[in-house]
């Protein structure tokens, strides 16, 4: 049998490392520190992310990407959405045109606004064979067997199906959807929203005012996906309101984290010294405001949170435009700008 290539090694490539060593399956997993390739082979532990999980010898670890993707058989993509073009490029000469490839980073590009599974498709070729897997998924969680579910996006049936097969665990259950456009826009724009109820819990504010940005976060960003072409349907899925709902709430949430820390002073600088990892929101945020911009579609939630992050604008000042907003419908389409 050949081989599943997890390229990244951080909480989210451990996670799924080890979910797929529990399957009997040979995995070689990427890092791109050469000691915590290493760490894992020596160990069996990763020695920074997930440290307290165990895989066994089934799975290898190397710094060395055409070593790992050398006969693999699929590849599971797990690097941040900011490094994700890079490490295709690099990928590309050892990666056949017909392997299956799924993409788990949420994001979208900045200034292209490309999707993932976009930027896969232009490097790597044969935008058929590719997927993306996006759901309430924190790692955490995953490595420790808790139930969970998720979705896997494909143009095409029988890829979505061999990555569900793939996946799939009496603890992780695994759905297919072909709105892959919805699938990914929902897991890069739910990371913006989680930011700003971060702000909420950082500003010291309670239920009502969290629950208000979920539910209206979520109206934003199907408002803007609808408008791109994304289905509607996929944002009251695993994909979106289950991912919001968890992202927004969890103390695993790196975004909501870094929302608290944004309104109690901090910066988003002092966030990843402080953690070493990326928080895709304040990535994908620049990448959703300037394709809401485009399109002419108003998304009041990620301007306060792009202003707060780019533009030194308070978090308190932020919450008070966002209440004295003129008073309007729940009707999603009286809120969007007139073009022109």
Same mark, same amino acid.
């Given at each position: 049998?050949t *081989?599943?290539a997890?390229?990244?090694?951080g909480?989210?490539? +451990?996670?799924?490392?080890w979910?797929?060593d529990g399957k009997g399956?040979?995995?070689r997993l990427w890092?791109r520190?050469?000691?915590?390739?290493?760490?894992?082979?020596?160990?069996? *532990?990763?020695p920074?992310?997930?440290?307290?999980?165990?895989m066994?010898?089934?799975?290898h670890a190397?710094?060395?990407?055409?070593e790992?993707l050398d006969?693999?058989?699929?590849i599971?993509?797990? +690097?941040?959405?900011?490094?994700?073009?890079? +490490?295709?490029?690099?990928m590309a000469?050892?990666?056949?045109s017909?392997?299956?490839?799924?993409?788990?980073?949420?994001?979208?590009?900045?200034?292209?606004?490309l999707?993932m +599974?976009?930027?896969?498709?232009e490097v790597?070729g044969?935008?058929a064979?590719?997927?993306a897997?996006s759901?309430?998924? *924190?790692a955490?969680e995953?490595?420790r067997?808790?139930?969970s579910?998720?979705v896997?996006a494909?143009t095409?049936p029988?890829?979505?199906i061999f990555?569900?097969?793939l996946?799939a665990t009496p603890f992780?259950?695994?759905y297919t959807n072909e709105?892959?456009?919805?699938?990914?826009? $929902?897991?890069a724009?739910?990371?913006?929203?989680?930011?700003? $109820?971060?702000m909420c819990?950082g500003l010291?504010?309670?239920?009502n005012?969290?629950?208000?940005?979920?539910?209206r976060g979520?109206?934003e960003?199907t408002?803007l996906?609808?408008?791109?072409?994304a289905?509607?349907?996929?944002?009251?899925?695993?994909?979106?309101m289950g991912d919001?709902?968890v992202? $927004?709430?969890?103390?695993?949430s790196?975004?909501?984290?870094?929302?608290?820390?944004l309104a109690?002073?901090g910066?988003?600088?002092?966030f990843?010294?402080?953690?070493?990892?990326?928080?895709?929101?304040a990535?994908a $945020?620049?990448g959703?405001?300037?394709?809401a911009?485009?399109?002419g579609v108003e998304v009041?939630?990620?301007?306060l949170?792009y202003q707060v992050?780019?533009k030194?604008?308070a978090?308190e000042?932020?919450?008070?435009?966002?209440?004295?907003?003129?008073?309007?419908?729940?009707?999603e389409?009286?809120t969007?700008?007139?073009?022109g």
């Open positions: 049998m *081989h599943t997890v390229i990244g090694a909480s989210w490539g +451990t996670a799924i490392a979910l797929l399956g040979d995995v890092a520190e050469p000691e915590i390739a290493e760490g894992i082979n020596r160990s069996h *532990h990763n920074v992310y997930l440290s307290d999980v165990e066994s010898e089934r799975v190397s710094a060395s990407i055409a790992v006969g693999a058989g699929s599971v993509m797990v +690097t941040p959405s900011v490094g994700v073009r890079s +490490t295709a490029e690099a000469p050892y990666v056949d017909e392997t299956p490839v799924v993409i788990l980073s949420k994001g979208i590009e900045a200034k292209t606004s999707l +599974t976009d930027i896969l498709g790597l044969n935008a064979r590719i997927a897997l759901g309430p998924n *924190h955490e995953v490595s067997a808790v139930p579910a998720t896997v494909s095409s029988e890829m979505a990555f569900q097969e996946f992780f259950r695994v709105d892959v456009m919805g699938v990914e826009l $929902c897991g724009g739910k990371n913006i929203i989680a930011i700003a $109820c971060g819990d010291g504010y309670g239920d005012s969290k629950a208000s940005l979920m539910t979520l109206a960003l408002r996906g609808t408008a791109v072409g289905k509607s349907a996929t944002y009251s899925g695993l994909a979106g919001l709902i992202t $927004c709430t969890s103390r695993h790196r975004n909501r984290g870094l929302g608290e820390l109690r002073g910066s988003l600088k002092e990843q010294e402080r953690t070493k990892m990326v928080a895709e929101g990535v $945020c620049t959703i405001y300037e394709l911009n485009r399109q009041p939630i990620t301007e949170v992050l780019y030194d604008m978090p000042l932020g919450v008070s435009i966002l209440m004295n907003r003129p008073q309007t419908s729940e009707d389409q009286r969007l700008k007139k073009k």
